[in-house]
């Protein structure tokens, strides 16, 4: 029963994505002359592409060191980790609802000493540094440049519930055990739907959110969180500086607008349940830039090149470490790997 369920579940997600991409597609050549579009990107410089390009690779490598961080003290090897890293976002470009992130987490959920519970609460922490990232780039702009106000103002609450949900998170680890143990209780509380649940139920659900807890434990040290920003602010700074040289490809030389273009994707390809951003990461493009000014022709234009220039080299390189991991006999694909999910109890 479960699986029908998975594939008419998988089947919805990938219709719905297909019908906001042709949308977004859609919405994208009505707004642009392919005649212009097409001098633009015959005269375009692609030497500043390929420096995109090389930026996208730097942040390839902060992702993974952070994450290396945010796993700590659970160790892996670098190419496992990258791989897995790699895994995951190229999933993320081919998949709605961010499927990638769950991916690397059960790739990785299966090394002793882990578990996939574990590795998603690292994941948990990684989605919220980024979060607190994109406001604080937000902010940066607006301090610069006005920017409209229909992104300034979400951006800011969005920053702020960041903040309030990491500073959460963090008195939720330092305070788990009294937290278990109130789970615990309620368990055997009669007044709750939890009365009928067996005495395997409640250790089954106890150990995954203890193993959940663990993923998260770099919120209570020092170090971690400093070493985390540090990491988030190099892999953000790089993305930037990746947005900046194609756009100079395209002659439009504006750090601020670069900046702008980070936040607006970031928050507009995560949200729509898009098949590879397709119509929507231009679009996008577009609507950031058309707000310094660029005209449509060339907003399309870089934004169908950095489309590219984001999602082929993770491609390549994650294909290349997937070979390299199962010629090793670590094969990083969840498909081809067993978890260390116990199964479900059965009264």
């Known amino acids: 029963m479960m699986i029908p369920r998975l594939m008419r579940s998988v089947s919805f997600s990938l219709s719905l994505g297909l019908i906001v991409s042709a949308i977004g ?3 994208v050549a009505r707004g642009v002359d392919p005649a212009q579009l097409s001098r633009v990107l015959s005269t375009a410089d692609y030497g500043w592409v390929l420096i995109g390009a090389t930026a996208i690779g730097v942040t390839f490598f902060a992702r993974a060191y952070r ?3 945010l796993l700590h003290p659970i160790r892996y090897r670098g190419s496992t980790l990258m791989a897995a890293l790699l895994i995951g976002q190229t999933l993320n470009f081919l998949l709605p609802l961010r499927a990638g992130d769950v991916a690397r987490s059960v790739a990785l959920g299966r090394a002793p000493g882990s578990s996939v519970e574990r590795v998603l609460g690292s994941v948990a922490i990684e989605k919220v540094w980024d979060w607190i990232a994109l406001t604080a780039l937000v902010l940066i702009v607006a301090l610069i440049v006005p920017l409209p106000d229909w992104f ?8 702020l519930a960041a903040t309030l949900l990491l500073i959460g998170l963090g008195l939720v680890v330092t305070r788990r055990q009294r937290g278990l143990m109130l789970i615990d209780r309620l368990f055997g509380w009669s007044k709750i ?7 395997r139920w409640r250790q089954f ?3 995954r959110l203890n193993r959940l807890l663990d993923g998260m434990e770099s919120l209570r040290r020092r170090e971690a969180a400093w070493r985390a920003a540090l990491w988030s602010a190099v892999t953000w700074l790089s993305g930037v500086a990746a947005n900046a040289a194609v756009m100079r490809a395209f002659g439009v030389d504006s750090w601020p607008a670069a900046m702008f273009l980070m936040a607006v994707l970031m928050v507009g390809v995560a949200l729509p349940p898009s098949i590879a951003a397709l119509g929507i990461f231009e679009a996008l493009t ?4 058309g707000v310094f000014g660029v005209p449509n022709e060339t907003g399309l234009a870089i934004g169908l090149t950095l489309h590219l220039v984001v999602s082929v080299p993770a491609i390549l390189a994650g294909s290349f470490l997937v070979v390299w991991e199962s010629r090793a006999g670590r094969p990083p694909v969840p498909w081809a790997a067993r978890t260390q999910m116990d199964p479900v109890p059965h009264d």
């Open 286 to 289: 577009m609507l950031a830039l």
């Open 205 to 207: 659900v106890l150990e």
């Open 152 to 159: 300034v103002g979400p951006a800011r609450a969005f920053g």
């Open 67 to 69: 994450w290396a961080v």
């Open 25 to 27: 597609v859609w919405l």
């Open 193 to 199: 739907p939890f009365r009928g649940l067996s005495d």
